[in-house]
């Protein structure tokens, strides 16, 4: 992971909770399970956007733990994976809000290099067992980042998708941040609020009326 975060979350590192949660996943390792994403991509996200780059926040709760899918950024998959449901209504709405082209790839990489951090809540699963992984110390781990972002005085979007995502960042300052909260793009809750939230364009004002570059929603046309 990027320097800044290591330096940020230091105190986590070496706490007692983290240590039970690497024990952990040595023993399921062990034990000869497979575990999503490969540990190289286990922090990913934290690789990606390094703290002081922060601008927007999206928030997801577990990997995709199907073969080659999860690569350390929430509703991303890694190239030559079909978008999953979701990010398919992610893109939908992004067509609707900027009239932005679905890509067709589910590779987000491009905006979590412009400091888009796509945080999963739990950062590991075991293969096809959804939320295998969760009260192990991931969520406590990501409640610290979380608190880290909202720590900046930087002006920061957060898009939170659904209850779980709301929840999970309630303790946000939305006097100094921007907080949207819409249905989560899944296909079960999606035209429960997801479609027309216009959270894209909302951010991108957000960011430009406060001096701080937009982001460049468009994806590339292949996943890079």
């Known amino acids: 992971m990027h320097d800044s975060w290591k330096t940020a979350l230091a105190d986590e590192f070496a706490s007692d909770y983290m240590a039970a949660l690497r024990e952990f996943l040595r023993a399921e390792k062990a034990a000869g399970k497979r575990i999503f994403p490969h540990s190289s991509n286990w922090f990913r996200a934290l690789e990606l956007t390094p703290l002081d780059q922060v601008r927007v926040v999206i928030l997801g709760q577990d990997p995709y733990?199907?073969?080659?899918?999860?690569?350390?950024?929430?509703?991303?998959?890694?190239p030559?994976?079909?978008?999953?449901?979701?990010?398919?209504?992610i893109y939908k709405e992004l067509q609707q809000d900027l009239g932005i082209t679905p890509a067709s790839h589910g590779f987000l990489e491009h905006w979590a290099r412009q400091?888009?951090?796509?945080?999963?809540?739990?950062?590991?699963?075991?293969?096809?067992?959804?939320?295998?992984?969760q009260k192990r110390g991931w969520e406590r781990f990501t409640d610290a980042i979380i608190a880290k972002v909202n720590e900046r005085r930087d002006p920061i979007a957060f898009l939170l998708w659904g209850a779980y995502a709301q929840k999970k960042a309630a303790f946000v300052d939305d006097g100094r941040h921007l907080v949207l909260r819409a249905a989560h793009p899944s296909p079960l809750a999606a035209h429960n609020g997801f479609f027309g939230c216009r959270h894209f364009s909302?951010?991108?004002?957000?960011?430009?009326?406060?001096?701080c570059a937009p982001i460049d929603w468009q994806l590339p046309d292949q996943a890079v």
């Open 65 to 78: 733990h199907g073969p080659d899918q999860a690569h350390g950024l929430c509703f991303s998959v890694q």
């Open 202 to 211: 909302q951010a991108n004002n957000f960011l430009t009326d406060r001096g």
């Open 115 to 133: 400091g888009v951090l796509l945080l999963n809540s739990v950062l590991t699963v075991e293969a096809h067992q959804a939320a295998s992984h």
């Open 80 to 89: 030559g994976i079909a978008a999953p449901p979701s990010l398919k209504n």
